[in-house]
């Protein structure tokens, strides 16, 4: 049989479509590793592997086409990130959470260490990775990503509380308005203005009531939130957006969006 075949059958009989070189070594460790450096780049060249970085590879499925076939962006996520803290978040959580329905070609992935370069590119899909501090590396769950594999996810609450501190992580302030009101009704508020509090970003909490109130999400304490994260600082409603607009003192924001646009988000 074919060496390259060979391989192949080893992880696929192991249920592993993601393997490392140093998987290959010691699977197959009466060979030269300078050998199986060659044979794995071949597989690479022939369209049998996927090289997602250096020393990592993904097997091609039977009849696709190795130059264009695209993994399950979750799962390659998954894999780049074994052994290592991180979880989905933002626009690729709120896709998890079935919050959006429009996908993104790029996979963003929260770290609590800096990773460099900060953008990988693979078969045309950009993954994104974004350094939190410890402070705001939390409210994370094994998450289904398909019928058969979990991935490290920000839950429901925390995708909310990340994507409200940076909207242009998330698709902007009208994506971000779009998934809290399909979320109204299955998120959990106390767990979700803790999560604030904890993240301790008084705007994201702020940003996140005049959402509300502009899309009529009652909350029995949501005066007594907004009340206890004013400041005294003037700060946009959507930061990936010129620093324009109408004041309103009741949110501490600049409404640098046209709230119409907003609106009418949700009816799309």
């Known amino acids: 049989m074919n060496f390259q ?30 050998y199986l450096s060659q044979v794995l780049s071949k597989m ?21 086409d190795g130059k264009s076939y695209i993994p399950d962006w979750h799962l390659v996520a998954k894999h780049l990130m074994k052994g290592k803290n991180y979880y989905i978040g933002y626009y690729s959580a709120m896709q998890i959470h079935k919050l959006i329905t429009q996908p993104s070609l790029t996979e963003t992935i929260v770290v609590d260490t800096q990773i460099k370069p900060n953008i990988l590119k693979i078969q045309g899909v950009r993954f ?24 490290n996810c920000s839950d429901l609450e925390k995708t909310l509380v990340d ?18 009101y399909q979320a109204k009704d ?14 301790g970003s008084k705007v994201a909490a702020r ?8 899309f009529g999400i009652s909350g029995f ?36 969006h046209d709230f119409e646009t907003i609106k009418q988000a949700i009816y799309s």
């Not at 350094?131 to 979990?150: E, L, P, V």
């Not at 994507?163 to 809290?180: D, F, L, N």
């Not at 939130?225 to 600049?254: A, C, E, M, T």
């Open 163 to 180: 994507s409200y501190i940076a909207p242009q992580h998330s698709g902007g302030i009208v994506e971000v308005a779009k998934a809290t």
């Open 128 to 151: 994104q990775f974004i350094y939190h501090n410890q402070r705001r590396f939390f409210g994370i769950q094994k998450t289904w990503i398909d019928d058969y594999n979990k991935a």
């Open 44 to 64: 690479v060249r022939t369209g049998k592997l996927i090289k997602l970085k250096r020393g990592l590879y993904y097997i091609v499925p039977m009849g696709q």
């Open 207 to 214: 940003r996140y009531v005049y959402i509300c109130d502009l």
């Open 221 to 256: 304490h949501h005066e007594l939130f907004l009340k206890n994260n004013l400041s005294n600082v003037i700060l946009r409603l959507d930061p990936s957006l010129p620093d324009q607009g109408k004041i309103i003192v009741k949110y501490g924001l600049r409404i640098n």
């Open 186 to 199: 299955k998120t959990d508020i106390e767990k979700l203005f803790g999560y604030f509090t904890k993240a």
């Open 5 to 34: 075949w060979t391989i192949l059958k080893y992880f696929l009989e192991a249920d592993n479509v993601c393997f490392s070189f140093g998987d290959v070594k010691a699977a197959f460790s009466e060979k030269n590793p300078a």
